[in-house]
C-alpha cells in the first residue's frame, strides 16, 4: 500500500511534504470522526452500510499507517491549480468509493483555504496494474477499462515532487 498525495504546484520542497503530512492527518481524522459519529444507529450497524464503508476506509487507511508508510509525493501543475485538486479529489473519490479506498482533499486554512493537497491510499493490486496492451490500442479495440486502470492512469499522469 502507498499513500499517494497530489499537491499544489506552488508548494514546493519541504512545503510540498508538509501539505502531505496535513493530508495523512486530515484523511485520518475524516474517517475516524464518521465512524464515531453520534448520528450512526450502533444498533443497526450491520445494515448501516456509510458506516461500514467509513470503517473499511479507516481500517485501510490504518494498515497502511501501520504496515507501510511509503508516501508518493505528485506534482499538480496547472494554471488553476485549486480547480485541478479539486477535480482531481472528485474524480478519485469516485473511482474509489465502490472499492472503499480512502481520499481526501486538504485546505490549507494559511493559505485562505485553497486546495494543496489531495490523498489516497492504494493497494499495490492498483499502482501495480497493467495499462491497456498497445496493440489493443493500435487495433481501435476498446478500451477495457476498470476503475483500477483510471485510478492508475491518474498517478500515472502526474510527476514525482521535487
Not at 25 to 30: I, L, N, Q, R
Not at 38 to 44: A, L, S, V
Not at 113 to 121: F, H, Q, S
Request: aromatic share 12%.
Amino acid at each position: 500500500m502507498k499513500f499517494f498525495s497530489f499537491v499544489n504546484m506552488y508548494f514546493v520542497g519541504i512545503h510540498a511534504g508538509i501539505q502531505t503530512a496535513h493530508a495523512s492527518h486530515a484523511m485520518e481524522t475524516k474517517y475516524r470522526k464518521a465512524v464515531e459519529s453520534p448520528n450512526f444507529d450502533y444498533e443497526r450497524i450491520p445494515t448501516n452500510t456509510k458506516y461500514i464503508d467509513a470503517l473499511v476506509r479507516l481500517d485501510n487507511y490504518r494498515r497502511w499507517a501501520d504496515h507501510y508508510q511509503t508516501i508518493n509525493v505528485k506534482k499538480v501543475m496547472a494554471a488553476d491549480v485549486h480547480q485541478t485538486l479539486q477535480y482531481l479529489y472528485d474524480e478519485l473519490t469516485r473511482l474509489c468509493e465502490p472499492l472503499n479506498l480512502p481520499t481526501v482533499l486538504w485546505k490549507e486554512p494559511s493559505a485562505n483555504n485553497c486546495n494543496t493537497a489531495v490523498g489516497v491510499v492504494l493497494p499495490s493490486e492498483i499502482y501495480d496494474v497493467k495499462p491497456p496492451r498497445v496493440v489493443d490500442i493500435a487495433l481501435g479495440l476498446p478500451e477495457p477499462y476498470t476503475d483500477e486502470q483510471k485510478i492508475k492512469q491518474i498517478i500515472d499522469s502526474y510527476k514525482m515532487a521535487t
